[in-house]
């Protein structure tokens, strides 16, 4: 599984980074996770940061962030 995490940098995509890796933790999934900040490479999937792309699709983009509980029901509906 591949899970990109878009963002400038903020806080708020550094918090998703961290949510994205807890949930990886939580669900004992294998997964790659890059942290993708190249605003070119952003705008293929979308224009709202932080943004999650798991197995190259988009699963969340701009605010409020995801909690925990939706960032692993994002996951785990992926790696079926």
């Given amino acids: 599984m591949e899970i990109k ?10 918090m998703m980074e961290e ?4 949930a990886i933790k939580e669900l004992g ?3 790659t996770v890059e ?17 999650l792309v798991i197995n190259g ?3 969340h983009s701009g605010k409020p962030l995801p909690n925990l509980e939706k960032v692993k ?8």
């Avoid at 995490?5 to 550094?14: A, F, I, K, T």
């Avoid at 029901?73 to 079926?80: G, K």
């Fill in 73 to 80: 029901e994002l996951i785990r509906a992926e790696s079926h």
């Fill in 19 to 22: 949510l994205v890796k807890k």
């Fill in 5 to 14: 995490v878009l963002g400038p940098g903020c806080p708020n995509c550094s």
């Fill in 57 to 59: 699709k988009l699963k």
């Fill in 35 to 51: 942290k993708v900040s190249d605003i070119k490479e952003i705008m293929k999937y979308t224009m709202s940061t932080p943004a």
């Fill in 29 to 31: 999934i294998e997964a």
